[in-house]
């Protein structure tokens, strides 16, 4: 019986609930180890973006015989170059458009105010268990306004403390590209035979899985940005470069990106020209159909091949576990952890049929 596949795993989960239950009850002793791993997180996965973005370009220069060293400071130079020339070619429009969204705000606000108040004024004719959660929906609304004071003070705490932590990123892009041919022998290096092949084929469907991923995702979402910005500009949207941003950085969110860059593109449509709310949304929806049938699809292939609605329930959950990041990181995980599981089910399916050959 010890051999059956569901008893290894039966005891296999029963470990792992024992060690977790025992982490949770001296979950104290490793407090400053969480610290630290808070305070290196975002530096490290922001450098790690950049290596996965800019390792092409390394292997590129040292192939034209450029030294590491040389190539990685190439690297870096060409990186201040763009955020330079962005700052300098894009940055004016955007600082523009920010100040007058500012001055505008007041208007901005009391207009959305009046339409809330117009459908509040309607709900009379809604059913009773609607107006009870439009009640409820208007209760919270208000306690998070009485509170926004707070809340204000502690984006700005945050904010200071990322741009402080964000300097770590350069250093970790350094080391990262200096010494990330070592990390599979190093790992590897604890192994021998066939094991140590099967650890390295691993970790090489990880990497090309980590990397199909987020040069595939972030590509995907310049072009949705290119796409919302010609299509807002054609309309004629106010703050088109600036929500056209907005919409960029949100498809890095799977699923959910889209419809919250929506939101502040319906805001200022509905208090400009309510008619261009239905170009948005018309804007909005030829985007994603192109992205999704088209760009996607050519982009990233069938490297993580991961069904819709695993991507929905993978969100919702993630989303209630670890909030903003456990979104936008539930996805890579997933798709690493189904190489990793494909790897050991293809590992056991040999050593089954090699058994059986030797029978």
Same mark, same amino acid.
């Given at each position: 019986?010890?051999?059956?596949l ?5 005891? +296999?989960i029963?470990? @792992? ?15 400053p180890?969480?610290i ?6 975002? *530096? ?6 950049l ?10 220069l ?8 040389a190539s ?5 130079? &060409? ?9 300098v070619?894009?940055?004016?429009m ?5 100040n007058?969204?500012?001055?505008? @705000? ?9 339409y809330?108040?117009?459908l509040?004024?309607?709900? /009379? ?19 998070? &306004?009485?509170?926004i004071?707070?809340? %204000?003070l502690?984006f ?9 932590t ?7 892009? $350094?080391?990262?590209? $200096? ?5 599979? *022998? ?10 140590? /092949? ?17 040069q595939?995702?972030?590509?995907v979402s310049?072009l ?14 106010e ?21 919250? @860059?929506?939101i *502040?593109?319906?805001?200022? &449509?509905?208090?400009?020209?309510p008619?261009?709310? $239905?170009?948005?949304?018309?804007? %909005?929806?030829v985007?994603?159909?192109?992205? +999704? ?5 050519n982009?990233?292939?069938? &490297?993580?091949?991961v069904?819709?609605?695993?991507? $929905?329930?993978l969100?919702?959950a993630?989303g209630?576990i670890?909030?903003?990041?456990g979104i936008?990181l539930?996805i890579?995980t ?7 599981a ?7 399916q040999?050593?089954?049929e ?5 029978v």
């Amino acid at each position: 019986m010890t051999n059956k596949l569901w008893f290894q795993a039966g005891v +296999g989960i029963i470990l @792992a609930l024992v060690i977790i239950r025992l982490f949770i009850e001296v979950q104290g002793i490793f407090d400053p180890l969480f610290i630290i791993a808070k305070t290196i997180f975002v *530096p490290l996965l922001l450098g790690g973006v950049l290596f996965y973005l800019t390792r092409p370009i390394l292997y590129f220069l040292e192939k034209r015989g450029l030294p590491k060293w040389a190539s990685i400071i190439s690297i870096i130079l &060409a990186i201040v170059l763009v955020f330079w020339l962005f700052y300098v070619m894009i940055g004016p429009m955007v600082t523009k458009q920010v100040n007058s969204l500012v001055d505008n @705000a007041p208007e901005i606000v009391e207009d959305v105010e009046n339409y809330a108040q117009y459908l509040l004024d309607q709900r /009379s004719r809604l059913p009773d268990s609607i107006q009870e959660q439009i009640n409820g929906m208007t209760s919270s609304i208000g306690d998070w &306004a009485s509170n926004i004071g707070s809340v %204000m003070l502690s984006f700005i705490t945050g904010l200071i403390s990322g741009l402080v932590t964000l300097i770590l990123v350069p250093f970790f892009l $350094i080391y990262l590209l $200096i010494d990330h041919k070592r990390f599979v *022998p190093f790992v590897s290096g604890f192994f021998s035979g066939e094991r140590k /092949s099967w650890i390295i084929k691993t970790l090489q469907d990880i990497d090309r899985t980590l990397r199909s991923y987020i040069q595939g995702q972030l590509f995907v979402s310049f072009l949705v940005g290119i796409m919302l910005l010609i299509g807002y500009w054609i309309i004629g949207l106010e703050y088109a470069l600036l929500l056209a941003l907005i919409g960029m950085v949100t498809n890095v969110i799977p699923f959910l990106g889209p419809y919250i @860059a929506v939101i *502040p593109a319906i805001i200022i &449509a509905l208090v400009t020209d309510p008619v261009k709310v $239905i170009w948005v949304l018309v804007i %909005m929806l030829v985007a994603q159909q192109i992205e +999704g049938n088209l760009i996607t699809p050519n982009v990233m292939g069938n &490297a993580l091949d991961v069904h819709p609605l695993t991507v $929905i329930t993978l969100i919702l959950a993630a989303g209630n576990i670890a909030g903003l990041w456990g979104i936008i990181l539930a996805i890579p995980t997933y798709a690493v952890l189904k190489s990793i599981a494909k790897n050991v089910y293809a590992r056991r399916q040999e050593i089954r049929e090699t058994a059986t050959k030797d029978v």
